[in-house]
């Protein structure tokens, strides 16, 4: 228990941060939005789920990438608020942060205390450890509003927030801004404040940090030190407190084909296709699959060869070999629209496995009787879980699509030739 002039100060220094938390909307939202929340199907759609507590974290994307946060506290840090920011699909745009919608994405909120302070010096306060069910390439790190300013009867003390990359799988990654960060510096290693001047109105990018960093590489985990510069004014002005806000979303490859056949869309994972994975629509976040922003347009791959789909006989199959680069077992699948209906049916699907470390496979078709000439598309999925790729379309938690125009040259069969038995006239 604290004594009654501690405790005071410590009523009063959240007081000081609400009152400051409502002139700006970056921090913290899980104030209105309650403890332990988590996202709602909406029409259906795809969920984001998060929970959240003092010791861990837990959220499913809707590709279905489970992500975890282990909590280190150092020294006598204890967790005094363990809320949930629910996703909201609807989210406005946010001027710190890309996706510009990265606040549709639920985050963790935390209210740390009581932690060593040393005035006007450092503090790490503790470490988060984010760690994901398959390895994920360049996830994004989305900060909001972490920091703490109090003040009582006239004395203040501020507590600028600083990152510290510590670790990671299979190494430890690196930093690059990505948007935001006012008065803040971002390099290879950690995220800290370009100047501490004290007395100023705290705000994103004075005390508090806001803004979106990505955590370069292809991991399963990486580990941030959350820390605290103190700025003391006068005297102390309470129990010590930190906000720490924070979203994490992830690449995908998205389907090029026109909106009949389905959008599909993939986590970007250490599974590709070909020579390499493209990150689409990296300017917002999406809770269903989606098409891509009209940049790659179906193009032909190198590997794909012009006479790939040429004179191909209906009641016969054809066979395509497809370069892939995969790491652990996976499954590859493919649709060709042979009926050029626009839409990929069951009877157009082959499917095989992928061996551990295999650089290729081969897909087979039998080719149905309703196959016709002239340009098509192609549909190739990749992922580690089969049962994500058994559709054309919806998400798949690793790996990538790949939709291509084609040119489909079909060709009967040849009649039979019969041979005649003439027979004697009795």
């Known amino acids: ?40 199907s909406r029409g259906g759609a795809p969920e984001w789920t998060m929970t959240n507590s003092s010791a861990r974290a837990r959220s499913v994307t809707p590709s279905g990438v489970v992500m975890t946060v282990e909590k280190t506290l150092h020294g006598p840090t204890t967790v005094s608020r363990a809320d949930t920011v629910k996703a909201n699909p609807a989210a406005p745009p946010d001027e710190y942060l890309i996706p510009e919608n990265a606040k549709a994405a639920p985050a963790v909120s935390d209210l740390y205390e009581n932690f060593n302070v040393r005035p006007n010096g450092w503090t790490d306060i503790v470490t988060l450890t984010f760690t994901f069910s398959r390895p994920v390439r360049n996830p994004r790190l ?43 510096e971002v390099t290879d290693s950690e995220i800290v404040p370009a100047d501490v001047i004290p007395g100023l109105e705290p705000t994103c990018g004075v005390i508090y940090m806001c803004g979106t960093a990505q955590v370069n590489g292809t991991l399963t985990s990486f580990s941030v030190d959350l820390r605290a510069r103190n700025v003391r004014l006068t005297g102390p002005a309470g129990d010590p407190f930190m906000w720490g806000v924070f979203r994490v979303t992830l690449e995908e490859d998205d389907s ?49 060869r012009d006479d790939a789909f040429q ?55 039998d080719v149905p009787r309703g196959a016709r000439s002239g340009q098509t598309w192609l549909r190739l999925r990749l992922a580690h879980d089969a049962r994500q790729v058994t559709q054309p379309k919806g998400w798949a938690a690793t790996g990538e699509v790949e939709d291509h125009q084609i040119a489909l040259d079909v060709r009967n069969a040849p009649k039979r030739a019969y041979r005649h038995r003439h027979y004697r006239k009795l």
């Open 311 to 365: 004179r191909v006989t209906p009641g016969r199959r054809i066979r395509l070999r497809v370069p892939v680069d995969s790491p652990s077992a996976a499954t590859l699948a493919g649709w060709v629209d042979f009926d050029r209906d626009g839409h990929f049916d069951r009877g157009e699907l082959a499917r095989t496995g992928v061996g551990e470390r295999d650089r290729g496979a081969a897909l087979t078709w």
């Open 256 to 304: 090029d084909a026109p909106g009949s056949y389905g959008a599909a869309s993939h986590a970007v994972s250490d599974l590709r296709i070909g020579d390499a994975v493209t990150a689409d629509n990296q300017q917002t976040v999406s809770f269903a699959p989606r098409r891509t922003d009209g940049s790659d347009n179906g193009e032909p791959a190198q590997w794909l």
């Open 1 to 40: 228990m604290l004594p009654n002039s501690q405790l005071t100060r410590g009523i009063v220094a959240l007081a000081f941060t609400a009152t400051m938390i409502a002139s700006f909307t970056a921090i913290p939202e899980a104030l209105a939005a309650g403890r332990g929340a988590a996202s709602e």
């Open 142 to 184: 989305h900060i909001a509003g972490t920091g703490g300013s109090a003040g009582y009867e006239g004395d203040r003390e501020d507590y600028w927030s600083g990152l510290r990359l510590s670790g990671g799988e299979p190494s430890t990654p690196t930093f690059s801004k990505v948007a935001g960060f006012p008065g803040f």
